[in-house]
């Protein structure tokens, strides 16, 4: 059953699809699900017992079970996911309260602005939830209220859950079977030449590869929907000839729009008044990888039609897959924020000789705080049917907009089903319009056990084509990381390998044991129709593809606690190799299993495995497959 309980005057923010089957509900009636609602919703509390466990939040850090931690959905692009951080690129704002005593409850706040999840983390046993800054049409009435929908969604098991919130928040993007197949990526192709030589060094060594990315390099200046000529002399008929070679390209496309008179899509977006402005009507400048750029305010339909038919500079040369970047929107500083920056760094230049430390440390956090910037966020506003609102108010809605503006274009121009699409940034919602990416992880073992704990809660959120950058962004991977990485996203819709510019190249044919990752990838080519018919019924039923084994297995007591094993599809389980230097790892089975140690599609060896706790020996090349016992 699921209960609205609205407060104020929501912003549409288009995650919900189907309501259908809410019931509106009242405040007082939340207490029937425990949870307890203070200061007109601006907070949310719910007691925790010690078993209960919490699922949810999409794409965010820490475990599957969220506890002990606190995140905050306010999207950001923060290339350092580590453990002091509270926000990644995209808010999922979803939880399950899975109690032990067989009560579970689902909850969905439907805000485009802050919110803070503390979840048992100053208080073991209360999450409490805070909601930012109100989203209202004008400054005038700040404070007064918070305008956003709750939905409680209460349900016999949390699968019952995930079932309901997912038929309300509707079915997810599907991606044609070949986006299925392995891509390879880094920032730095430069030309043409270099991705030849890509496809050649893995046609080479027998690799399968269906796509190869091209960053943010490929284009004029940095200005989008564009080419370097030098570098793309002919881009039409290089499509072609990567097709001809079975290759998708795939490029990366940014919301910013260079500030340059005579550059026809600035020119074009300023006439028609399709950029984000400041209080006094300017276009607000915030400098991206163009300089200083323009933001098209995608929250008007005409500006999402207009910048989505700019795609047909691609699509009319062929290209039908995409991928779209810094769309949070990233900042890396503004004329404000640069003055800001400057002006401390003079004050410390001025005082050489008598300067304090605590001085210099403050120019260094000013200086670092000139990107992603609250003070720009709050500079800025999105003309709406409900009048001019400032762009902090709807700030995790921005990338959804933008994919969305992609992807109906590409429904139009190549027809539903036929493109690849995948962002960023994202807010529930943008499920509907495309898959999504985890960012910029980086070559650390402690991030493939992050991609394993992120799919489950992405699943639950309706994104079901995700992966992770394989072998990781940032950081210099090595052969036996890239390895285990690999071991994990052959199971991931998205199984792609990217880098960034600057570290170590990865491309697997460049490692010694080139027979290993040539197995591997073979064995995910073998994976495709398995992982295909469960990503279908996933969409189909509002299934996980990627399941934890406490919400597979429910009655199971010590299943609940597993953070690092997951349920692929109806009836495998896999069992990741997270550790370095390790050649084996614990794994707990819910039930009888056989265990498959696989090399290759006819390199494995098999064992069948009772319920219970084994320790299981996987080699650096081995992959650990687990099949329900029939
Ligand atoms: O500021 O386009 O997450 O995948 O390679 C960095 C360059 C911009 C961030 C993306 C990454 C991409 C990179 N981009």
């Not at 503004?334 to 440390?361: F, R």
């Not at 139009?412 to 319009?433: C, D, M, P, T, V």
């Not at 990485?485 to 991931?492: C, G, N, P, Q």
């Amino acid at each position: 059953m699921i209960k609205r309980i609205r407060f104020g005057e929501p912003f549409f923010t288009d995650a919900v699809f189907d309501d259908s089957n809410v019931a509106e509900g009242k405040a007082a009636e939340a207490d029937d699900n425990g949870i307890i609602i203070k200061s007109d919703g601006k907070e949310l509390i719910i007691a925790l017992d010690k078993e209960d466990v919490v699922y949810g939040l999409g794409q965010s850090l820490h475990g599957i079970n969220k506890r002990g931690f606190t995140y905050i959905s306010y999207n950001t692009d923060d290339p350092h996911h580590n453990e002091d951080k509270y926000s990644l690129y995209g808010s999922h704002n979803f939880i399950i309260v899975d109690r032990v005593d067989g009560k579970k409850t689902g909850l969905f706040i439907d805000y485009p602005s802050k919110v803070i999840y503390d979840i048992g983390d100053s208080d073991k046993d209360v999450l409490k939830i805070t909601l930012g800054e109100p989203v209202y049409p004008d400054d005038e009435i700040e404070g007064k209220t918070v305008n956003y929908d709750l939905y409680v969604i209460t349900a016999e098991s949390s699968e019952k859950i995930i079932n309901e919130f997912r038929a309300l928040i509707g079915p997810s993007y599907k991606a044609p079977q070949w986006a299925f197949g392995f891509g390879q990526s880094r920032w730095g192709y430069m030309s043409e030449d270099d991705i030849r030589r890509v496809v050649k060094g893995y046609k080479d060594s027998d690799m399968p590869l269906d796509m190869v990315y091209v960053d943010i390099d490929y284009m004029d200046d940095y200005k989008v929907f564009t080419l370097n000529q030098e570098n793309y002399p002919d881009f039409k008929s290089f499509v072609s000839e990567m097709k001809e070679q079975g290759i998708h390209l795939l490029p990366n496309v940014d919301p910013g729009v260079k500030m340059e008179e005579g550059f026809d899509i600035y020119d074009e977006g300023k006439k028609n008044d399709y950029y984000c402005k400041d209080k006094d009507g300017e276009i607000y400048p915030i400098a991206v990888w163009p300089g200083l750029s323009a933001l098209p305010d995608f929250m008007k339909p005409e500006v999402r039609k207009w910048y989505g038919d700019k795609y047909r500079f691609f699509t009319d040369a062929g290209v039908d897959g995409f991928w779209n970047d810094m769309n949070e929107p990233a900042s890396f500083y503004s004329p404000k924020t640069l003055k800001n920056a400057l002006d401390e760094v003079a004050k410390v230049s001025e005082k050489q000789d008598s300067l304090k430390l605590q001085e210099l440390w403050n120019m260094i956090g000013v200086v670092d705080g000139m990107a992603h910037n609250d003070e720009d966020y709050q500079s800025f506003y999105h003309e709406t049917d409900r009048g001019l609102i400032r762009h902090d108010r709807l700030h995790n809605i921005y990338g959804l907009n933008m994919l969305k503006a992609g992807s109906e274009a590409l429904d139009e121009q190549l027809g539903k089903g036929n493109s690849l699409i995948f962002s960023r940034s994202s807010y529930i919602g943008a499920h509907r319009y495309g898959g999504i990416w985890t960012g910029d992880n980086c070559s650390f073992y402690s991030h493939i056990e992050l991609i394993m704990h992120q799919l489950p809660g992405l699943n639950m959120c309706g994104f079901l084509y995700v992966g992770a950058d394989t072998c990781g962004f940032g950081f210099d991977t090595n052969e036996d990381l890239a390895m285990r990485f690999l071991e994990l996203s052959i199971f991931t819709p998205l199984c792609r390998n990217h880098s960034a510019l600057g570290t170590r190249e990865q491309e697997f044919y460049r490692f010694k044991n080139i027979d290993a990752f040539r197995k591997l990838l073979k064995l995910r080519y073998a994976l495709i129709p398995y992982l295909y018919k469960s990503y279908l019924d996933s969409i189909e039923n509002n299934k996980l593809m990627f399941t934890p084994l406490g919400i597979a297995y429910p009655l199971d007591a010590e299943a609940r606690h597993i953070e690092d094993q997951l349920m692929v599809g109806e009836s495998v389980m896999i069992a990741p190799v997270y550790q370095a230097n390790v050649t084996g790892r614990h794994v707990y089975l819910p039930q009888d299993m056989t265990c498959y140690r696989v090399k290759g599609v006819e390199d494995y060896e098999e064992e069948n495995m009772i319920k219970g706790h084994h320790y299981v020996k996987a080699d650096i090349d081995e992959v650990l497959i687990f099949v329900k016992a029939k």
